[in-house]
């Protein structure tokens, strides 16, 4: 029987995958049979119960990722709850925005203004992906001219700052299911997809 957080984050498809490939023979045509392509359009996007939830995750990473950048600590345990991004995100990714959280911090900064906004797309969903299931998604982050790290101590712009994320171009998203949640696994630069200022 599944339990409620698995139906409740509408994780069926996913669970139903894994049962399938844990109960198929070991054969090398079985092995086969059990792989099916990723797939790249459903119908409702990033509505899609099967993908709802990993778009939320990764939604609930950026707002506590910004958070976190507001109000920066060295230690990234001694930040509040929401402002907790870890709690959305895996490593490689989670190790990245720590560092640069610390790294604000001990320059005595902090992001001040209006956050960029997302504009997230599905790209495809994998759920037999290797080792975990697996969604992709493609963000265009808008008004990033908002969004400024300032000095604390001098209460100025910090000078010279350049974005995660080059200009013009958008990133591209891994969310993965991986104990009993979606997380955010890596964040990279797509240079396939150019997005507005």
């Not at 049962?19 to 359009?41: K, L, W």
């Not at 506590?64 to 509040?80: E, H, M, T």
């Not at 997302?118 to 697996?134: E, G, K, M, N, R």
Request: net charge positive; with cysteine.
């Amino acid at each position: 029987m599944l339990s409620p957080i698995l139906r409740k984050t509408g994780q069926i498809a996913v669970l139903a995958g894994l049962v399938a490939g844990c109960s198929a023979a070991g054969s090398a045509t079985d092995q086969a049979g059990r792989v099916r392509p990723a797939q790249t359009s459903l119908p409702r996007g990033t509505e899609d119960p099967q993908v709802r939830a990993a778009v939320l995750a990764y939604e609930d990473f950026i707002l506590a990722f910004n958070q976190a950048q507001r109000k920066p600590a060295a230690d990234v345990k001694a930040l509040p709850e929401n402002a907790d991004f870890t709690r959305f995100s895996f490593d490689p990714i989670a190790a990245e925005f720590e560092a640069t959280v610390r790294k604000l911090s001990l320059a005595k900064s902090e992001y001040r203004g209006t956050p960029p906004r997302s504009h997230v797309t599905l790209t495809s969903v994998d759920p037999d992906a290797t080792p975990w299931p697996t969604v992709t998604l493609s963000d265009c982050q808008t008004g990033q001219d908002e969004w400024k790290a300032f000095n604390t101590q001098a209460n100025k712009p910090v000078p010279n700052q350049e974005p995660r994320v080059q200009r013009p171009y958008g990133t591209v998203v891994t969310v993965i299911y991986n104990h009993e949640r979606w997380g955010v696994n890596t964040i990279r630069a797509d240079p396939t997809r150019t997005c507005p200022g």
